[in-house]
């Protein structure tokens, strides 16, 4: 039987760069992923995910942000593959919403490049936006998207061109961990190592229930939308992502146009969705759902709001306080755990890749991980 130093369950996006980081660190790994690599059932799929510096949710990840740029630059490098475009970004809303609020007190503290722009201004410079005449936007040059499938698929073969076993299709039924090693099981074969990284997504309340965590599970809507007049403003090179915080807790997102006339733009809500789970979740998209983020759109930016192309649901994992687990799981030593990323993981997925190798060779790791404690009180 083969041995193997670090078994890696679920490869999406976190666990795919935590086996890279480990095999590239000359660690013999396995990872087991439930289905099929780059799948669309998890939370790691849709075609884009924003990125951003200066942090609305809490100025403590910019550190982390800044070290992930470094890292999405060398994953391309290394991979051969564009994975992050950054187009700018702008965060809008009333100077008091969190939406704009957090994302200027992020930049003031870390001194990171930001501009204000007035209402007037924003009409201005980006005129497919509508804002309010009391709403501003802050405008962030570093923002822009990342390409989540692709990116799945560069950890992937990556990590295997390191030497790292990876078998899809081999959801883990149980696993234990005890002073010596850990064991995992499937269906059909029971697997040994001396340590288990467990990035289970949308399965923690499951796999990790040990936690003791309330993680909640939310089904979250992706809209691909056929611009009225055409692509041609929303191109990446004329439109840059956005978060428009309008009514108190609605912010509504948006992509330029990534993928030709048929792609459409992509536009979500940020929150709001359902709790659900990952086996029972509803993936129709629904007509009022439609009409709900379109009728949403057509006061702010009524070019996007077009005729519906096509949905995607996705699922986001929500800790009680947004902020994600990673550490050594409490009660066993060979364990190490990332989940709850509470919608917001995407654009850190290299840096925890390297914050898992850190924390399976070492047991610590030089990063700020102190908010991500999975024995906070919730
Ligand atoms: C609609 C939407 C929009 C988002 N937008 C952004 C954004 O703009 N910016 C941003 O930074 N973040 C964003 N996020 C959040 C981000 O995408 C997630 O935080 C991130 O993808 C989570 O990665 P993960 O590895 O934890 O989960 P996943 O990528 O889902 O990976 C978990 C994997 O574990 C596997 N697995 C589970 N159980 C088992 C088992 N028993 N055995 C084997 N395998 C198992 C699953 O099949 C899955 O492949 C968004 C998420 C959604 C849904």
């Known amino acids: ?27 013999r790994v396995l990872g087991l992923e439930r289905f099929g690599p780059a799948h669309d059932l998890g939370s790691s799929h849709g075609g884009s ?21 470094e890292l999405w630059e060398k994953l391309e490098r290394d991979s051969d593959r564009s994975l992050m475009t950054l187009t700018g970004g702008l965060f809008i809303g009333d100077p008091s919403s969190v939406t704009v609020a957090g994302t200027l007190a992020s930049a003031l503290q870390w001194d990171l490049p930001h501009e204000m722009l007035s ?10 936006f509508r804002p309010a005449p009391h709403e501003v936007a802050l405008y962030e040059a570093n923002a822009g998207f990342l390409r989540p ?14 030497g790292a076993t990876l078998l899809f299709d081999s959801p883990v039924l149980s696993w234990s961990a005890g002073a010596s090693s850990v064991e995992v099981h499937t269906a059909t074969a029971t697997y040994s190592a001396g340590a288990l990284v467990v990035c289970p997504g949308a399965w923690a309340p499951t796999l990790l229930a040990d936690l003791g965590i309330p993680f909640a599970v939310e089904r979250q809507v992706q809209f691909f939308l056929d611009p009225i007049g055409g692509i041609e403003p929303f191109l990446p090179s004329a439109q840059p992502i956005f978060i428009w915080e309008g009514p ?33 979740v509803d993936r129709t998209i629904h007509d009022e759902e439609i009409a709900f983020i379109t009728d949403h759109l057509s006061s702010r930016v009524p070019a996007a709001a077009g005729p519906f192309l096509r ?24 364990v190490t755990v ?6 917001h993981g995407f654009k850190f997925v290299p840096v925890v890749g390297e914050i898992l190798a850190d924390l399976t060779l070492t047991g610590t ?5 102190g908010l991500f404690d999975p024995t906070r009180s919730f």
């Open 119 to 128: 209402a007037a201004d924003l009409r201005r410079r980006f005129p497919l």
């Open 248 to 280: 108190p807790g609605t912010q509504v997102y948006g992509f330029p146009a990534l993928d030709g006339p048929s792609g459409g733009v992509k536009v979500a809500f940020f929150r709001r969705g359902r709790t659900t789970s990952p086996d029972a």
């Open 49 to 69: 995910r924003i990125t951003r510096q200066s942090y609305f949710e809490d100025p403590a990840y910019v550190p982390l942000i800044l070290r992930a740029y």
């Open 365 to 369: 790791t030089p990063h700020p991980i």
């Open 149 to 162: 499938e692709e990116t799945v698929r560069a950890s992937l073969s990556l990590a295997a061109a390191s």
């Open 311 to 334: 949905g995607k649901t996705c699922l986001y994992t929500n800790t009680p306080d947004e902020h994600f687990v990673i550490a050594r799981h409490p009660l066993h030593a060979r």
């Open 338 to 343: 990332a989940c709850g990323f509470s919608g």
């Open 1 to 27: 039987m083969a041995t193997y130093d670090v078994i890696v369950v679920g490869l999406g996006g976190m666990g795919s760069s935590a086996a890279y980081h480990l095999a590239a660190r000359g660690q």
